[in-house]
């Protein structure tokens, strides 16, 4: 079997170091396609080699651009690859631009296509996220889902017959490095100035369009976590920086201090450092779930509604709405005594993968 994963950004990028692993310890083949879409050397480069991903086979160099010409450019660039090597399935992961690209191009080439973790919704048709997704699972083959309430979405529009639950492999990367980070096998991490590892402090990122688009939106966030009483550790992706200086708002301010992306290993290690986590980021949510961390996210809703259950998550799509009181009660609050399940699965999803793509 051979099998092409295409990938173009930070998240598909930590959900292939599983799947490559487990192709890895196969006689299948498996080849890497990186589209481009994340070019920052700290929000792609990085994660090859800090979570041991084989170099991409291929990378198209796609770059910035509005999601027609960003989508349009990997459709374009991928259409050669799929014809010259002929897969027998296209993997897809998640729902950025290079996920819809991979699918499309795929389908008018009538070549089989898997999307990785198929099913999540927001309900919110504002992101782009989804309508990548969304668009996505209903031209993909196979639908490998992470979660029953995934499954259920699935089924809610008539694509259950393709649907298989192989759990999220989110879960693989992320407790594997976890013990290597309390094992002491990675290096502490770096941290922004400011931020002591030995004293209370809140992690924070954000970078979504509906968040950072708006001068009056961003400031306002912006704002909430400069109030804080605790200091706020803020790893500023690149959309972030720009549209900081665009606006003309500064970041660091108050108990805000500003730092650069992490690998995983050391976002691990952050987190697990961390009194809990505030954020935009879907991955992040998880994560913090994994990690025993409470979370407050700075949305209206959340594709991964399981990390509600007990308060270990919060949506909190606007901070002033709440007295300065309540609102830091809210993001310093500490993480729900209540034991947590496994919604997300049991740490061996990739070889679900494997296995699901090889009896299809």
Same mark, same amino acid.
């Given at each position: 079997?051979?099998?092409?994963?295409?990938?173009?950004?930070?998240?598909?990028?930590?959900?292939?170091?599983?799947?490559?692993?487990?192709?890895?310890?196969?006689?299948?083949?498996?080849?890497?396609?990186?589209?481009?879409?994340?070019?920052?050397?700290?929000?792609?480069?990085?994660?090859?080699?800090?979570?041991?991903?084989?170099?991409?086979?291929?990378?198209?160099?796609?770059?910035?651009?509005?999601?027609?010409?960003?989508?349009?450019?990997?459709?374009?660039?991928?259409?050669?690859?799929?014809?010259?090597?002929?897969?027998?399935?296209?993997?897809?992961?998640?729902?950025?631009?290079?996920?819809?690209?991979?699918?499309?191009?795929?389908?008018?080439?009538?070549?089989?296509?898997?999307?990785?973790?198929?099913?999540?919704?927001?309900?919110?048709?504002?992101?782009?996220?989804?309508?990548?997704?969304?668009?996505?699972?209903?031209?993909?083959?196979?639908?490998?889902?992470?979660?029953?309430?995934?499954?259920?979405?699935?089924?809610?529009?008539?694509?259950?017959?393709?649907?298989?639950?192989?759990?999220?492999?989110?879960?693989?990367?992320?407790?594997?490095?976890?013990?290597?980070?309390?094992?002491?096998?990675?290096?502490?991490?770096?941290?922004?100035?400011?931020?002591? #590892?030995?004293?209370?402090?809140?992690?924070?990122?954000?970078?979504?369009?509906?968040?950072?688009?708006?001068?009056?939106?961003?400031?306002?966030?912006?704002?909430?976590?400069?109030?804080?009483?605790?200091?706020?550790?803020?790893?500023?992706?690149?959309?972030?920086?720009?549209?900081?200086?665009?606006?003309?708002?500064?970041?660091?301010?108050?108990?805000?201090?500003?730092?650069?992306?992490?690998?995983?290993?050391?976002?691990?290690?952050?987190?697990?450092?961390?009194?809990?986590?505030?954020?935009?980021?879907?991955?992040?949510?998880?994560?913090?779930?994994?990690?025993?961390?409470?979370?407050?996210?700075?949305?209206?809703?959340?594709?991964?509604?399981?990390?509600?259950?007990?308060?270990?998550?919060?949506?909190?799509?606007?901070?002033?709405?709440?007295?300065?009181?309540?609102?830091?009660?809210?993001?310093?609050? #500490?993480?729900?005594?209540?034991?947590?399940?496994?919604?997300?699965?049991?740490?061996?999803?990739?070889?679900?993968?494997?296995?699901?793509?090889?009896?299809?």
């Amino acid at each position: 079997m051979k099998v092409i994963s295409v990938v173009g950004a930070r998240p598909q990028l930590i959900k292939l170091a599983p799947i490559a692993a487990a192709f890895a310890s196969t006689e299948h083949e498996h080849m890497i396609v990186h589209t481009g879409q994340h070019y920052d050397a700290d929000l792609s480069d990085v994660f090859f080699s800090g979570l041991g991903i084989p170099d991409p086979d291929i990378h198209l160099g796609i770059g910035s651009g509005s999601h027609g010409v960003q989508t349009g450019k990997a459709l374009a660039a991928l259409d050669p690859v799929f014809l010259a090597e002929k897969p027998d399935w296209v993997l897809v992961y998640g729902d950025t631009n290079s996920t819809l690209a991979g699918a499309l191009s795929a389908v008018k080439l009538h070549l089989p296509v898997a999307h990785l973790e198929a099913g999540l919704r927001s309900f919110n048709r504002m992101m782009p996220e989804e309508h990548n997704r969304i668009l996505t699972d209903h031209a993909a083959d196979l639908l490998l889902a992470p979660t029953e309430e995934a499954m259920r979405h699935l089924a809610a529009e008539g694509l259950a017959a393709r649907s298989t639950l192989v759990g999220d492999v989110m879960v693989d990367v992320c407790l594997n490095v976890r013990d290597a980070v309390l094992a002491g096998r990675h290096p502490a991490p770096a941290l922004p100035e400011g931020i002591r #590892p030995d004293e209370p402090y809140l992690l924070a990122t954000l970078h979504r369009a509906e968040n950072t688009d708006s001068r009056q939106r961003l400031a306002m966030l912006l704002d909430g976590l400069a109030d804080l009483p605790v200091p706020v550790a803020l790893l500023a992706h690149p959309r972030l920086v720009a549209k900081a200086e665009e606006h003309g708002i500064k970041l660091a301010r108050g108990a805000v201090h500003v730092g650069r992306p992490l690998p995983y290993a050391g976002m691990v290690a952050a987190v697990l450092g961390s009194a809990g986590v505030v954020t935009d980021s879907g991955g992040l949510q998880k994560e913090a779930y994994l990690l025993a961390r409470p979370c407050t996210t700075l949305r209206p809703e959340t594709e991964w509604i399981e990390t509600l259950v007990d308060g270990w998550n919060r949506l909190v799509p606007d901070p002033s709405a709440h007295s300065r009181s309540e609102w830091i009660d809210i993001a310093t609050r #500490p993480a729900p005594t209540a034991a947590q399940g496994t919604p997300y699965g049991d740490g061996r999803a990739a070889h679900r993968v494997v296995e699901t793509l090889a009896a299809k």
